[in-house]
């Protein structure tokens, strides 16, 4: 979770100090509403492209005890030929660490994926736009998986002490599905 943290702090310090022509921030109100509060930002690289790098953090998302820290970078080309503006393509990453009940067994562990996203952007102003995303991707993850009341930490320990992971594998799923509030800052 600090590598996460840390990387996307480097990002926004990145983004701070560039001269770009626009510069936005972002809050996808999907992952806010299920209380995993987002916030990101676009950085406009050229006539047609801009980067979009989105971090979320739930820790009790809608009052369970499932929690995710995620970053998502995604490239993205802008079919009009004007960046924030109408319909885009692109390439979306994810980096993220999780812990969710399902079926009666948790679930714990860190993932990444890329994919492929499209997207509608719909100015209501002209600094305020909003963004109609999704996308789809492989996910690769290595979690642990175990029963409800069993302690898993206590029990399964690699040489070192740590937890081992007892479960990995691949999947295809959305990597980021919503509607995001940006507004442009310059």
């Known amino acids: 979770m600090r590598k996460i943290l840390l990387t996307f702090a480097m990002i926004m310090m990145f983004t701070a100090s560039t001269k770009a022509q626009m510069l936005a921030v972002n809050t996808d109100v999907a992952m806010d509403a299920i209380t995993a509060?987002?916030?990101?930002?676009?950085?406009?690289?050229?006539?047609?492209?801009?980067?979009?790098?989105?971090?979320?953090?739930?820790?009790?998302?809608?009052?369970?005890?499932?929690?995710?820290?995620?970053?998502?970078?995604?490239?993205?080309?802008?079919?009009?030929?004007?960046?924030?503006?109408?319909?885009?393509?692109?390439?979306?990453?994810?980096?993220?660490?999780?812990?969710?009940?399902?079926k009666n067994k948790w679930r714990d562990g860190d993932a990444a994926g890329i994919g492929v996203s499209y997207g509608y952007v719909l100015p209501v102003t002209p600094r305020l736009l909003f963004d109609f995303h999704t996308s789809v991707g492989g996910i690769f993850y290595h979690q642990k998986e175990y029963a409800v009341g069993d302690d898993y930490d206590a029990h399964y320990t690699n040489e070192e002490g740590y937890p081992k992971a007892n479960a990995k594998g691949s999947i295809i799923l959305p990597l980021r599905l919503g509607v995001s509030l940006t507004y442009i800052l310059k």
């Open 37 to 102: 509060p987002s916030l990101g930002v676009e950085l406009v690289l050229g006539k047609k492209s801009s980067l979009n790098i989105n971090a979320l953090y739930g820790p009790n998302i809608l009052g369970t005890k499932a929690k995710v820290v995620a970053i998502q970078p995604e490239w993205r080309v802008y079919i009009s030929g004007r960046p924030m503006y109408h319909h885009y393509f692109g390439v979306v990453g994810l980096l993220t660490q999780y812990k969710f009940k399902l």
